[in-house]
């Protein structure tokens, strides 16, 4: 029997039934569930509406429902419209008439609020562990490859020589973002909506700092209106893993570019490649088209929550119901996503030599115009000078290097035998020493402090 019939004198039609049930989804609040309820009991007993006797029968009910939850053996009927109403069916089956005595001054609004407010706080650390675990990769990885030679892009064209380890790291510290975010979401989260009730509040004399601290909220929230209609926080979840998506599909963009002939970087495992129907000669980079792939998936969860909140009047309302499967899928994607990308990045194969071997003079034409800047020539007219160098050889058919003494001194008179020194792919690396940049030990400094990062 549903929780509200007793003004009903008509059956809900069944395909509207289908529509308005949410079990198929929210059974995975089921521990969280229990957890509220049981907490809910306690404050019951606490503000002497329920019996010290009747709180130890209910709790024990709850105690069995929970095993069932854990065992997998609990047994949904049809008639459960949802979570809430299958534990107190069961619990009502367990101990008898008691169960009713336990939805006493509470509703499911604040109910509901609570449970996936529990569910979102115990995922954001699990997610917290699965990018660490990914950080971890990066950051063995950058201290595996910390002395190979990459050819730096903008726009995909050439453009500086940088470290390897220090392009690993890049990927990195946006992660560390991604955590940092998750992290202050999670302290967003803590606040407990339970004793909300319907909209108005409890009409009990409930003690909701202490029902607070029992369920590990850090405190309750201070608007019966508010908290029932907040979900900032599944937002905000949707916004952490959607901004994740991104940096994730980043990561496996340039990999997949890297792990074509092509390009010739990198090769990725057999265990983390697929391939062809048809074609015997391929091996295809699928994981990480598809982790490219779910950073479209992840936002467009975002988009969906955020057009569904946008116009909400106070309180609760059924639209509400579906926060919950795109939280429920974005969580799923990146449980999925973030082990895989770990194992990518732990066994590809990086050709080091092929990396190096496409590095083109031209990369270093910025050191060449800070050359001339060293020498007391303006940036604007250094940087001219060099463009028409670059030009003038390209005009020959030479290689940068390759240019005449006679044409450098023609360009600029501060132009001398020195600069064909210049052209020295570890000596530019070793020009880019401050805080942050490519260079050895630059590089090495912004490990440990990775490997720091980690260790908190």
């Not at 092509?262 to 990725?268: A, D, N, P, Q, Y």
Request: proline fraction near 4%; hydrophobic fraction near 45%.
């Amino acid at each position: 029997m549903k929780l509200w019939t007793g003004r009903f004198s008509g059956q809900l039609d069944e395909t509207a039934d289908l529509l308005n049930a949410s079990i198929t989804f929210d059974y995975r609040l089921a521990e969280v569930d229990v957890q509220g309820s049981m907490a809910w009991a306690r404050a019951l007993g606490h503000a002497k509406l329920l019996t010290e006797a009747e709180v130890r029968q209910i709790l024990d009910g709850l105690g069995e429902i929970q095993k069932e939850f854990e065992i997998d053996s609990f047994v949904y009927q049809s008639g459960d419209e949802d979570i809430h109403t299958a534990v107190e069916r069961r619990l009502t089956e367990i101990i008898g008439p008691l169960g009713g005595k336990l939805h006493t001054g509470r509703s499911r609004n604040d109910q509901v609020a609570t449970d996936f407010r529990l569910w979102v706080m115990g995922k954001i650390e699990q997610i917290d562990g699965l990018i660490g675990g990914l950080q971890s990769a990066l950051a063995a990885r950058a201290e595996r490859d910390i002395d190979v030679v990459l050819p730096g892009y903008t726009h995909l064209q050439q453009a500086q020589p940088v470290l390897l380890g220090h392009w690993w790291l890049s990927h990195f510290w946006a992660l560390q973002r991604d955590r940092t975010r998750f992290q202050n979401l999670l302290a967003e989260t803590c606040v407990m909506p339970l004793g909300s009730a319907a909209l108005a509040g409890t009409g009990f004399d409930i003690d909701r700092f202490a029902l607070a601290e029992d369920l590990g909220f850090e405190r309750p929230s201070p608007n019966s209106l508010d908290a029932i209609a907040d979900r900032d926080f599944a937002a905000e979840f949707l916004f952490c893993a959607a901004m994740l998506g991104v940096h994730l599909s980043r990561l496996a963009e340039q990999l997949i570019l890297f792990s074509t002939r092509e390009f010739g970087f990198v090769t990725l495992a057999d265990e983390f490649s697929t391939g062809s129907s048809i074609m015997p000669q391929k091996k295809n980079p699928d994981p990480l088209e598809l982790a490219r792939a779910k950073s479209g998936f992840l936002t467009g969860r975002l988009m969906g929550l955020l057009a569904t909140l946008k116009a909400l009047p106070s309180a609760y309302d059924k639209d509400l119901q579906e926060d919950k499967p795109a939280v429920f899928d974005a969580a799923d994607v990146l449980e999925l996503l973030l082990p895989v990308l770990s194992g990518v990045v732990d066994t590809l194969t990086v050709h080091a030599d092929r990396m190096e071997s496409q590095i083109d003079w031209q990369m270093l034409a910025t050191d060449l115009a800070d050359y001339l800047v060293r020498k007391g020539v303006p940036f604007r007219e250094a940087h001219h000078a060099v463009g028409s160098a670059v030009k003038a050889a390209e005009k020959q058919g030479l290689a940068l290097p390759d240019l005449p003494l006679a044409d450098w001194e023609a360009i600029h008179p501060a132009f001398d035998s020195e600069i064909f020194t210049l052209f020295d792919v570890r000596r530019s690396l070793a020009q880019h020493a401050a805080f942050g940049g490519t260079a050895p030990d630059a590089v090495r400094q912004q490990l440990a402090l990775a490997w720091k990062a980690l260790e908190k």
